[in-house]
């Protein structure tokens, strides 16, 4: 090992340069360190830790932009407790993510899957399911619009082809939650699939010749070797996902403005109307920290269940 | 200096709060006066100039004459539309960068001057045109002017002549009961009972805004005179929103019988005889269905009950109370209360203008929609009346649409909105 660390320690004080001590080395060392990771953390000080703390801050005065912040106390979280429209939006948005996430996962896992075999014209494939992904969603959301159109629509012609009566999808009570989350697993699968393809492909070759030549069919196959080994990938699509679908925004906004009656109010979108619309900032905070709190709960308990990004093998 | 995690900790918090506190104090609380030179570079916050028409109006004609009788003032314009109006004004507010002109709609007054946002305006602009009291009671707020009204927005209903005389009715209703018993008449149905026509279509427009109408119609009030007290939560409130029900349960209405934005209106499809509607809708009729107003077959009435009664809507100019150009913000809120800004504003829009003196200009006398709403601007009634309005807006629409849609009895829903604009109102 002495002949190594003779070289670090010339490579690091130059050719020139006298050995310098342990210590000193150390100490070039942690300063090297912390300069290379000062970028990233002033940007997450700035930019997520400052912010923080102030919707903390915040959450406890009454602050309406237009006149400086009044301590409160935890009245905005006594106001969060019978706040009949906000515990819709939890309501909503957890309907809408139990249900999003889980179907579109594993829409996501069977395309990687078939796009991972030798399927002619799979980059085409793959480029439009990923389309979505990477289109606005305000023009996504305006094509739904027109598809959920009760009298011209494309949903209610089909079904009318069918012989069925559509609905008015964005004005019922009953129908425009499924309507949005349709719209959501549409809209998540393409990034999903991306990840779970780019893990598929990073799979060992050796685990599938062993397991063959043992005489395991396909079926075993992707039930004891594949979905364990794509754990890692699992944990982050579904920690992402959660997070994503906790935070979905735009599609409620364009398709339905939370309604027909609260039925798609989601969490953000409560925070939004709370503090750009109807000035209450303070409360938005609060809001705000109750969802942070529930995103915390939800992926520590992921974690727990899933083990975490280990992989097993 | 050694760096603890509690002193960095605490650092953190005393910063945020004072990012916090510091944007508060950048909105300004002093009111500005507009004495000094009429000079320097002004914003321009509107909603009324959206789109590229608007857009070559304001730039192209409205503020080069502006500018030729102010040569040293710079208008810098900040365009959005009505949607995205708060949240602007709110991100302006907290990042310090209040517009020193900004337009609003009605309503929007008492929440901004009770904050100390806006600056009063000299009284003597209010008697420099004729304005119908009705038009500028909106611009003030505790006795002072905030606010030059430039276009109005009116509610009216407008009918199809055609399908009433198929009905064989000759005049529109008088009163709700009429307006009923016509809806029931004038609703068609396809042989699979699916509604096909609706006798009244009152939900194309916002349900705030009809609902309000009605409770006007109605002889109600949303608030007293001080803006304290709820008004709308006793019976007129309540028979206005019912009435929507009835119509609903009288299958001469539906909710879902809405046309998507920018589509032709249920009244110019023909799939409504009477419908809810903004004067601006001769506009509409002019550019995709000339041939209707040719043929006379669309007429428009005030809605009745226990009186006659129109929601009116609009948009003010007024001036931000942090103006570092006072002078020249408010001679730029004067020109663009003028009547050569807001007729070429209000024909671009179809809209109502501010001011009676218009009322002979060709635009109001060959546009009918115009002319009724001014012929009956004593009738108008306007929406706000509180400080707490900016948040109690918001819950209008989904508070009533619980009873739209059947969740809630009218009833019901009406005590709720009473109690959450009571809580609004409490917090100020």
């Known amino acids: 090992?002495?002949?190594?660390?003779?070289?670090?320690?010339?490579?690091?004080?130059?050719?020139?340069?006298?050995?310098?001590?342990?210590?000193?080395?150390?100490?070039?060392?942690?300063?090297?360190?912390?300069?290379?990771?000062?970028?990233?953390?002033?940007?997450?000080?700035?930019?997520?830790?400052?912010?923080?703390?102030?919707?903390?801050?915040?959450?406890?005065?009454?602050?309406?932009?237009?006149?400086?912040?009044?301590?409160?106390?935890?009245?905005?979280?006594?106001?969060?407790?019978?706040?009949?429209?906000?515990?819709?939006?939890?309501?909503?948005?957890?309907?809408?993510?139990?249900?999003?996430?889980?179907?579109?996962?594993?829409?996501?896992?069977?395309?990687?899957?078939?796009?991972?075999?030798?399927?002619?014209?799979?980059?085409?494939?793959?480029?439009?399911?990923?389309?979505?992904?990477?289109?606005?969603?305000?023009?996504?959301?305006?094509?739904?619009?027109?598809?959920?159109?009760?009298?011209?629509?494309?949903?209610?012609?089909?079904?009318?082809?069918?012989?069925?009566?559509?609905?008015?999808?964005?004005?019922?009570?009953?129908?425009?939650?499924?309507?949005?989350?349709?719209?959501?697993?549409?809209?998540?699968?393409?990034?999903?699939?991306?990840?779970?393809?780019?893990?598929?492909?990073?799979?060992?070759?050796?685990?599938?010749?062993?397991?063959?030549?043992?005489?395991?069919?396909?079926?075993?196959?992707?039930?004891?070797?594949?979905?364990?080994?794509?754990?890692?990938?699992?944990?982050?699509?579904?920690?992402?996902?959660?997070?994503?679908?906790?935070?979905?925004?735009?599609?409620?906004?364009?398709?339905?403005?939370?309604?027909?009656?609260?039925?798609?109010?989601?969490?953000?979108?409560?925070?939004?109307?709370?503090?750009f619309r109807e000035f209450r900032m303070g409360y938005a905070c609060a809001q705000s920290l109750v969802l942070f709190a529930l995103l915390l709960f939800l992926t520590l308990l992921n974690r727990r269940i899933t083990g975490g990004d280990r992989a097993t093998r | 200096m050694e760096y603890t995690r509690r002193s960095v900790l605490t650092a953190l918090g005393l910063g945020a709060v004072a990012a916090a506190t510091g944007c508060s104090a950048s909105s300004g609380n002093s009111q500005a006066t507009a004495d000094g030179p009429v000079e320097g570079e002004i914003s321009l916050l509107t909603p009324l100039f959206e789109g590229s028409t608007g857009k070559d109006l304001l730039e192209g004609k409205l503020l080069p004459a502006f500018k030729q009788k102010n040569p040293n003032v710079t208008v810098k314009v900040d365009y959005t539309t009505y949607a995205a109006l708060n949240e602007k004004i709110t991100t302006s507010l907290a990042g310090g960068l209040m517009p020193d002109v900004v337009m609003l709609g009605v309503g929007w007054i008492p929440p901004f001057a009770h904050k100390k946002v806006l600056a009063p305006l000299p009284d003597d602009l209010a008697k420099r045109y004729e304005y119908e009291d009705r038009v500028l009671e909106p611009s003030r707020y505790d006795g002072k002017l905030y606010a030059l009204p430039m276009v109005l927005d009116t509610r009216i209903v407008t009918y199809r002549k055609d399908l009433f005389a198929e009905a064989g009715i000759k005049a529109p209703p008088k009163d709700w009961a009429e307006l009923r018993e016509m809806s029931k008449e004038l609703a068609r149905s396809d042989s699979s009972g699916k509604l096909s026509r609706v006798g009244f279509d009152p939900f194309s427009i916002d349900l705030r805004q009809c609902w309000e109408t009605f409770l006007f119609a109605n002889d109600g009030n949303l608030f007293d005179e001080s803006g304290q007290q709820v008004k709308f939560n006793d019976d007129r409130g309540v028979e206005a929103l019912q009435l929507f029900l009835d119509v609903i349960k009288d299958k001469s209405a539906d909710y879902s019988f809405k046309s998507a934005a920018g589509q032709p209106t249920t009244l110019q499809q023909g799939r409504s005889a009477m419908m809810m509607s903004n004067n601006s809708l001769w506009v509409q009729l002019k550019k995709q269905n000339p041939e209707l107003l040719k043929e006379d077959k669309v007429g428009a009435f005030i809605l009745a009950n226990k009186v006659p009664a129109m929601l009116q809507g609009g948009t003010m100019v007024a001036r931000s109370a942090s103006s570092k150009h006072a002078a020249a913000a408010q001679a730029l809120v004067e020109f663009m209360g003028t009547p050569e800004s807001i007729l070429p504003t209000a024909e671009q829009r179809g809209s109502v203008p501010g001011v009676q003196d218009l009322r002979t200009s060709d635009y109001v006398k060959e546009n009918g929609f115009v002319k009724l709403a001014l012929d009956n601007m004593s009738k108008a009634r306007s929406e706000g009346g509180t400080a707490a309005w900016m948040e109690i807006r918001e819950k209008i629409k989904t508070t009533l649409e619980t009873a739209v849609v059947g969740k809630r009895t009218a009833k019901e829903a009406i005590d709720e909105l009473a109690n959450l604009s009571k809580e609004a109102i409490s917090r100020l």
């Open chain 1, 1 to 275: 090992m002495a002949p190594t660390r003779d070289r670090v320690r010339a490579t690091a004080s130059g050719p020139s340069a006298a050995p310098p001590r342990g210590r000193g080395l150390q100490r070039a060392r942690r300063r090297a360190g912390l300069l290379m990771v000062a970028p990233a953390v002033l940007h997450a000080l700035i930019w997520i830790g400052i912010p923080l703390v102030a919707a903390v801050v915040l959450s406890f005065t009454s602050y309406d932009v237009l006149t400086p912040p009044r301590f409160i106390g935890l009245e905005n979280f006594r106001d969060l407790l019978s706040d009949n429209v906000f515990r819709r939006a939890v309501l909503n948005t957890s309907i809408y993510t139990f249900f999003t996430v889980p179907v579109a996962m594993g829409i996501a896992l069977l395309i990687a899957l078939m796009l991972n075999t030798r399927l002619a014209g799979r980059a085409i494939f793959r480029t439009a399911i990923f389309i979505p992904q990477v289109t606005a969603t305000i023009a996504v959301a305006l094509v739904w619009l027109w598809i959920y159109d009760p009298r011209s629509g494309l949903a209610n012609a089909v079904l009318s082809f069918l012989g069925l009566d559509g609905p008015a999808w964005l004005s019922s009570t009953d129908w425009a939650m499924p309507a949005v989350i349709v719209v959501g697993i549409w809209q998540g699968i393409g990034l999903k699939m991306l990840i779970y393809l780019a893990a598929l492909q990073s799979l060992p070759t050796d685990l599938y010749e062993a397991a063959s030549v043992d005489g395991a069919s396909k079926f075993r196959q992707f039930f004891s070797l594949t979905l364990p080994l794509l754990r890692p990938a699992t944990f982050f699509v579904f920690v992402t996902s959660v997070i994503g679908a906790f935070q979905s925004f735009d599609q409620v906004y364009i398709l339905t403005d939370g309604g027909p009656a609260n039925s798609t109010t989601m969490m953000t979108y409560e925070i939004y109307k709370s503090a």
